[in-house]
Nanobody
Framework: QVQVVESGGGLVQAGGSLRLSCAAS????????MTWYRQAPGKERELVAT???????DYAASVKGRFPISRDDAKNTAYLQMNSLKPEDTGVYYC??????????????WGQGTQVTVSS
């Protein structure tokens, strides 16, 4: 089994910063992709940032240059540094890890989400 837990959300004023963490634990051989999504009230979940195998990264146009994604493979943890936050960044942020388990199986595992609220 694999568990994924996000942390670091909260309430911040526009222009401020937050750092989200996504820690995975369990029967993990390797995490191939670490991806952040968000869902604003009344909207569909959207991809925010992804890091594939510690190399390739991709970002939503709305966050590019503001939300660098990073990872620490020794800790099975992904980070999302959110800078210059805007009220439209408000939402629940979810982490999804694509995990190769110790048994060789490949699967996607989601966290429960962390709330980010940006006040104007």
């Amino acid at each position: 089994q694999v568990q994924v837990v996000e942390s670091g959300g909260g309430l911040v004023q526009a222009g401020g910063s937050l750092r989200l963490s996504c820690a995975a634990s369990g029967s993990i051989s390797r995490i191939t992709a670490m991806t952040w999504y968000r869902q604003a009230p009344g909207k569909e979940r959207e991809l925010v940032a992804t890091n594939i195998n510690g190399g390739t990264t991709d970002y939503a146009a709305s966050v590019k240059g503001r939300f660098p994604i990073s990872r620490d493979d020794a800790k099975n943890t992904a980070y999302l540094q959110m800078n210059s936050l805007k009220p439209e960044d408000t939402g629940v942020y979810y982490c999804k890890d694509r995990v190769r388990t110790s048994r060789g199986l490949l699967g996607d595992y989601w966290g429960q989400g962390t709330q980010v609220t940006v006040s104007s």
